[in-house]
């Protein structure tokens, strides 16, 4: 589940050009030994160091995973991309989608019947609704935009279950992502536990696919992005620290050991859009949430790509 504040428990609840040849041919400056070795290339933009998320990372006494990329110049941030972190709910964003890829568009009005078992501590939407049932789409708005954890079992189940999601991903170009199980479980956010985990590069590669690419025909990928917008628990995260007028599509995921994440493509005034996740976890299970911590990587990386 989400949380709704800044800061609290869970409980109260993403070349330079080579200069060698020039400068060997001006005046009083030798010409390099033949037999010395190249110099090393300068760092890429995509491989350099960003003090400010480390300095973040110390603040808020965290692991910090970012990687966002500007698909009009390509400029991108990247700081722990490749690591593992533990995705929580926004596999909802992806779940919502697999069902709608492999469904027309007028499954979502399939009513799906389900019961108080089936019912998750954080159920603010199908908590109310178990006498009648809800619709596909009830269920995508639901687990989208509230992250209500009944609504997302109940997408899964529809899907076909947890392996049907990774095969899912896998058809995006997917190679890193695994879902191995549902909610409650896949909250635990085990350090080191490799089962429900991605990266930020994977799931932003997978938001890029399914909000801006052709995983969806364009009716489908108009609901989905409608229901990222219309997001209701992310104004602390990646919204917080963007600048007014930015468009955002998110989705967040909440879980122990202090992980916070979100998963965005974000729209700045009259440019093309970014891609951003930010992924975050802590050493104690019990750690207290800072939802800071992404605001405060999400206005770097604004400040950063434009």
């Known amino acids: 589940m989400t949380s709704p504040g800044p800061a609290v428990t869970r409980r109260a609840l993403l070349g330079m050009a080579v200069l060698a040849p020039l400068a060997a041919c001006t005046r009083g400056t030798p010409p390099p030994s033949p037999s ?5 290339p300068p760092p890429s933009p995509s491989r350099q160091f960003h003090d400010r998320l480390m300095e973040l990372e110390k603040k808020f006494d965290a692991r910090l995973g970012v990687y966002a990329l500007d698909t009009e110049g390509g400029g991108t941030v990247e700081h722990r991309a490749d690591e593992r972190f533990a995705f ?3 596999f909802k964003g992806v779940a919502a989608a697999a ?22 501590k954080h159920a603010p939407v199908t908590g109310q609704h178990v006498a009648t049932g809800m619709t596909i789409r009830q269920l995508c708005d639901a687990a989208v935009r509230f992250s209500d954890g009944t609504a997302g079992n109940l997408l ?20 890193v992502t695994r ?17 429900d985990t991605t990266t930020p590069r994977a799931f932003a590669a997978d938001y890029r696919e399914i909000v801006l690419g052709d995983a969806l025909t364009a009716d489908k990928r108009d ?17 917080a620290g963007l600048p007014p007028g930015w468009t955002v599509a998110d989705k967040t995921g909440t879980g122990d050991y202090g992980t916070l994440n979100d998963i965005a493509v974000v729209w700045p005034p009259a440019k093309a859009p970014i891609v951003l996740a930010i992924m975050s976890s802590k050493a104690a299970k ?20 434009t």
């Open 156 to 175: 899964l189940r529809d899907l076909g279950g947890p392996a049907a999601l990774t095969a899912f991903t896998r058809s995006l170009g997917d190679t």
């Open 223 to 239: 609901f989905l992005r409608d229901l990222l917008q219309r997001n209701a628990t992310g104004a602390d995260r990646i919204r």
């Open 36 to 40: 010395a070795p190249p110099p090393p």
């Open 88 to 90: 929580c709910s926004t």
């Open 99 to 120: 069902v709608l890829q492999r469904n027309p568009l007028s499954h979502l009005e399939t009513r799906v019947s389900y019961s108080r078992e089936d019912l998750m």
């Open 179 to 195: 879902m191995d199980r549902v909610e409650p479980a896949i909250t635990e956010a085990t350090p080191g536990d490799l089962r």
């Open 286 to 305: 019990d750690a207290p949430y800072d939802q800071a911590l992404l605001a405060e990587a999400a206005k770097y990386v604004a400040e950063t790509l």
